[in-house]
């Protein structure tokens, strides 16, 4: 079986664009103390550029080659380093405390698979860190604006909330936001936003 997301990226076009997500874009002066920053599922690497134009020494994450040979080439477009490593988010042994924050946007998996990188996510940031992370909730199967079409690959609020606890939610959100990132996110979208604080 192919890699469709090395397929899906394997273009000239940045297929979400070249813009940070408008989540991370608004809340990344709560990482202005995490200066080493993991992105999971970075795609294309568009929010990974972002926060090293930030000033943030950043590591992207990525199942596809193509998608980080992207990133690579938009972070030398933007006079910033990326480090890219290629790596399968289900089998992905994330170093304990390697990081002060992680982010992820988007990051599809089916929902038996949802909590382990939920936990690696965790996992990878120092006690104190942060988390911050924007999904498509179970409601994006009726809007058809993005994300997948099988509502088993989509995020339940209620299953967020039980895996951050003992942990310090600093914003969460569960609703309707617009989202226009290049050609495969257009109009109004229903996410889940999480910002936490590890324990």
Known sequence: MGNKWHERFD???YIY?????SFIKSEAGR??????VVCFAEGEGRNAV?????GHKVTALDYAESGLQ???KLAEKN????ETKRANLLE????ADQFDAAVMVFGHFYGQDQKNVFEKLLKAVK???IIMLEVYSKEQIEYGTGGPRDVEMLYDPQDMLEWSRGHHIIHFFYGEQVREEGILHTGKAHVIQLVLKKN
Do not use: I, M, S
């Not at 992905?92 to 170093?95: F, G, L, N, P, R």
């Open 31 to 36: 990482l202005r103390d995490c200066p080493a």
């Open 50 to 54: 972002f926060l090293a134009k930030k």
């Open 92 to 95: 992905y042994e994330a170093e």
């Open 70 to 72: 992207k990133t690579q």
């Open 17 to 21: 664009g070249e813009e940070p997500n």
């Open 11 to 13: 273009t000239e076009e």
């Open 127 to 129: 006690p104190g860190g």
């Open 79 to 82: 006079q910033v380093k990326v």
